[in-house]
């Protein structure tokens, strides 16, 4: 599994330069389902790099990815890996930073591997199931068990204004909330112990990398129900330390 | 007026290194006006090391700062300096990074220098009236003015949450909400051209700094309802691009 980790870091590497590279001339973008869904043509070069790399080396694992260039996925059964080219499309369109790649490995539903790369900070978080997490070289420590009311909660805009799922009880129980744009920032924040929660409606892309590494440092995730996580559709999402998860769930329940 | 920007660097480098070693130890926290608005020993012992780089070189300027260690103002007339030793304490204290130092120079209520340091991101925003606006040794250029249907904006979170100020009408007609928790860092996203606008309540440290730099890349502040900042107290602010500034004024009136 390591090895295989190693190997998955040098395709990231790898299309992180090209990304860096495809910022200097302007980038050719379309919205999906609004005006604010944003796909360019780096997302897809990306996704269609890393998809040629796993088919390669893998030829019959199944592929989920966010633009649709791997395979129609319905199960978890079996070897199964879920990519996410460019997470965080409109920090990347706006900003041009504040974007992350993320690749997940599992098997058997079981999540074995997890990358989250924020290719301009030049941070690369990876990691798994008993392998623990990295940035770079570094192995991260445990995160520390901070209640909600002691930490900062990443959270998407929706759910704080519409207060979705008591969203704003949850903000206002917690010492504040925060928005980054992008899910993989989301993660990295949650692993450095900068948050101690994050919620949102997210896509298995969107999590898959990171409850891998989430998990191994000691969080929980989950949907917001307390239901587990399907790795197939879009869900209401948490995940948190363990004594701020048992406080969101006296929330919203 | 640069040679005055060179010295007020180094004495901010100098900061930096104090406070890098400070969060080795545990902070002293302490809160201010609720259990979310925090001042911590750092805070101070900053405060006090640049209050007396001041008073030393420049020992009849009037010096406002936000821990109240410096003379108290209630005129803007002659040299004024104003310091947020730590903008963004809260993520200071629980982040240990997403934090400044900022501090800037005004004359007879005219912005001359202006300095933003993300301590832990070795980022040094800093420049002033006729000067340019720099990040560490390279100029940065001037701000494309982009609408708000076409940008991101930063908001505070109870701005968002209430409608204060039509904030959820300003947030809706953009092109996505973020938050960071650091007015600093706020500015320093306007001053890359990765927001288009903030809209905050500030005080005169929190946004001293800023309005000098943005102004200098042709970008427009004022209270919310348009009318001048005062530089003496707490008010609604937004400093945005020409034509966003225009787009929340038709919002907002």
């Known amino acids: ?46 996704e269609t790099f890393i998809v040629s790399k796993i088919r390669q080396a893998y030829p019959t694992d199944q592929i989920l990815g966010e633009e649709g260039l791997g395979d129609v996925v319905t199960s978890t059964a079996g070897r199964l890996w879920i990519i996410d080219p460019i997470d965080g499309t409109l ?34 978080y990876w990691g798994g199931k008993d392998l623990g997490v990295y940035q770079g070289t570094s192995k991260l420590p445990a995160i520390p068990d901070v209640a909600l009311a ?7 805009a929706y759910m704080y204004r519409a207060n979705q799922c008591k969203g704003q009880e949850i903000a206002n129980a917690s010492s504040g909330v925060r928005m980054i744009g992008c899910a993989g920032i989301e993660f990295i924040q949650l692993l450095r112990g900068n948050q101690v929660a994050y919620l949102s409606y997210l896509a298995p892309w969107d999590y898959a990398a990171g409850i891998v590494l989430a998990q191994e440092l000691g969080l929980i995730s989950s949907q917001l ?28 329940s």
């Not at 539903?109 to 690369?124: A, H, N, P, Q, T």
């Not at 002691?150 to 998407?156: F, Y």
Request: hydrophobic share 45%; charged share 25%.
């Open 1 to 46: 599994m390591k090895q295989m980790a190693e190997e998955v870091k040098n395709w990231l590497l790898e299309a992180g330069e090209v990304i860096k590279a495809r910022l200097q001339n302007p980038l050719i973008v379309e919205t999906k389902s609004s005006r604010t869904d944003l796909v360019t043509n780096v997302d897809k070069e990306t």
């Open 91 to 124: 920090n990347f369109v706006k900003q041009h930073e504040n974007f992350c790649i993320m690749v997940a490995f599992f098997e058997e539903g079981i999540g074995k591997l997890g990358f989250i790369y924020d290719v301009m900070r030049s941070e690369f």
């Open 150 to 156: 002691d930490g900062l909660v990443g959270m998407n």
């Open 225 to 252: 129900s307390g239901a587990p996580l399907s790795l197939l559709k879009k869900e209401l999402f948490v995940c948190a330390t363990p004594a701020t998860y048992a406080n969101i769930q006296q929330i919203t």
